[in-house]
């Protein structure tokens, strides 16, 4: 299940290694573009085990993961960003995962980035404190830290993980109601696996496979809406899980930190600092307006619309 909006080249791409991946894998292949225009539009059409759904509209990821997810029948979802190059035999591997192991719902391999370097795609989740930490360089302290440790070439049980590729049973996820669709883009998937955590569930990584994944291809062309909209769904997230207070602390939390940072923007433009260090003095101001202006952030989850089975 993949969805895109605005990056045909990566799409095709991302396609041409899925069927390389999936073999002979019994399964159907399920693209939403999302509001895709101009050159940005997907350019494929629905055949042989490709499904095609468009949209006139971008919906956000999570409103349309939903659409593509009840549209397909499979007992297992692969959740799949367009820019994301899977390699042979991965989804076979995190299937065998899955089977081996009926209490994990839903699990994760490394990714490998642009630097070629593997990143561990499992967090904790967040809380009104971590992520500032991380913002500043505390990151390392293990109680203030929002990463969670790699383990290597083992099977990790972690807090959630990235929907940029996640392999899902599918009960599970009709039984969490999908995705909720307030959040237009970023956190949609630590909040279903916080849901899903919440029902008993268990998510993982597994380390013994890799794929490529560069991140963040469609919002680096989109300008700094998406920077805006990382800290929406960060408000939202910490409203459901603690509440008016818990939400309280995360904006003080957040607005020292980002404050901090932006200072030494200011004062030292060229220097690394950490975390965030892609975001200019700009986007560092906008996430500080967006931290304290944000008037509230519901807690009320949207129930993604079933598909009569």
């Known amino acids: 299940m993949v969805v895109h909006h605005n990056t045909p080249d990566y799409l095709h791409s991302c396609l ?3 069927d390389e991946a999936l073999g002979d894998i019994a399964c159907e292949v399920v693209v939403v573009d999302n509001g895709s225009s101009g050159n940005g539009r997907p350019g494929i059409r629905s055949g042989g085990r490709l499904r095609v759904i468009s949209n006139r509209e971008n919906r956000g990821f999570a409103a349309a993961a939903n659409q593509g997810a009840f549209a397909a029948a499979g ?19 995190l299937l065998a995962v899955l089977e081996r192991n009926p209490g994990l719902v839903a699990v994760a391999p490394l990714a490998i980035g642009l630097e070629g370097r593997p990143r561990f795609p499992g967090m904790k989740f967040l809380n009104p ?13 293990s109680v203030l830290s929002r990463e969670w440790q790699t ?17 899902m049973r599918r009960r599970a996820f009709e039984g969490a109601c999908g ?5 237009f883009f970023y956190e949609e998937d630590e909040d279903l696996c916080w849901r899903l955590a919440r029902q008993g ?9 890799r794929v490529f994944d560069p991140g963040g291809i469609s919002t680096a062309i989109s300008g700094d809406w998406p920077v805006a909209e990382f800290y929406l769904g960060q408000l939202r997230f910490v409203r459901r899980r603690w509440g008016r207070l818990g939400l309280l602390g995360y904006r003080g939390f957040m607005a020292l930190a980002l404050l901090a940072k932006l200072m030494l923007r200011w004062v030292m433009p060229g220097r690394s600092w950490r ?4 975001m200019d003095r700009r986007q560092l101001a906008l996430a500080l307006r967006t931290v304290i202006a944000r008037p509230r952030a519901s807690a009320q989850p949207v129930e993604a619309a079933r598909v009569p089975r």
Do not use: C, P
């Open 75 to 93: 007992e297992y979802l692969l959740f799949l960003n367009s820019e994301v190059k899977l390699t042979t035999r991965s989804v076979s591997a």
């Open 201 to 209: 569930h268990r998510v993982a990584v597994w380390g013994g496979t």
């Open 151 to 167: 383990q290597g070439r083992r099977l990790t049980e972690v807090d959630w993980i990235s929907a940029s590729i996640m392999l």
């Open 275 to 278: 975390k965030g260090a892609d």
């Open 129 to 141: 404190w971590n992520h500032a930490a991380s913002l500043i360089g505390l990151g390392g302290i």
């Open 16 to 18: 041409r290694r899925v």
């Open 179 to 183: 995705f909720d669709e307030h959040y």
